[in-house]
């Protein structure tokens, strides 16, 4: 088990220019979430989809698309990039083992927009 | 609003010692409490979840404490090792657009 993978793990983009983060479970977790991390302000919710074939919105969605392509994966896109999008983007799933449930995150992409 | 507030910001202590940080939550209605730690430049990692029944729940050197009444929960790390250093993240299920509010973490250093 891989668990869960992102790519890349680096980008620089210039403003304007547009990107897909892409996330990918091989634990067969129904909910997948993209998270982004900022110095002083802790992970913040930018969309999630509970199930194959549905997204919402979370805290933060202005600027992001999400596309939620089968169980596995689940990308993120920047359409036009701005420098207020530098950040860490974590992916994340939730599976329940048990009566409990783990989330699981990824390594995180770190992307710089100049 | 649903929140959690954890403190200190950050710590700072020597090899060995003990310490204990402190996750306040205002989440309503509650489902479960869980701890992460998170290394520099890692994903955040499970230690321990905690359900409304729970009051206790330990994981190595590392144990959590549920006062549900309070709505007040405590990781301790006993006998601290320089690979605590990390961030401890305080999350609580029950309230957010997907049912997560997540705390903004305490900084946690080891010093040899």
């Known amino acids: 088990n891989a668990g869960v993978t992102q790519t890349p793990k680096f980008q620089v983009l210039k403003t304007g220019q547009s990107m897909t983060l892409q996330c990918a479970q091989d634990?067969?977790?129904?909910?997948m979430y993209w998270y982004r991390q900022d110095p002083g302000m802790g992970l913040r919710l930018i969309y999630y989809s509970a199930s194959e074939g549905t997204t919402d919105k979370g805290e933060v969605p202005n600027g992001y698309n999400v596309s939620r392509l089968n169980k596995r994966e689940f990308s993120l896109r920047l359409e036009s990039a701005a420098p207020s999008q530098t950040s860490v983007y974590f992916c994340?799933?939730?599976?329940?083992?048990?009566?409990?449930?783990?989330?699981?995150f990824g390594p995180g992409t770190r992307l710089l927009v100049l | 609003k649903n929140q959690v507030e954890q403190s200190p910001q950050s710590l700072i202590i020597l090899e060995g010692k003990n310490c204990t940080l402190q996750c306040n939550y205002t989440v309503s209605p509650f489902s479960n409490l869980r701890w992460y730690k998170q290394d520099t430049g890692r994903g955040p990692v499970s230690l321990t979840i905690?359900?409304?029944?729970?009051n206790t729940k330990s994981n190595g050197r590392y144990t959590a404490t549920l006062d549900a009444d309070t709505k007040q929960s405590s990781l301790h790390i006993t006998a601290s090792q320089l690979s605590d250093s990390a961030s401890y993240i305080c999350v609580v299920r029950g309230g957010g657009a997907d049912g997560l509010t997540f705390g903004k973490g305490t900084h946690l250093i080891i010093q040899p």
């Open positions: 634990m067969n977790h129904n909910s």
């Open positions: 905690m359900t409304f029944s729970e």
């Open positions: 994340a799933s939730i599976g329940s083992e048990g009566v409990q449930e783990t989330q699981y």
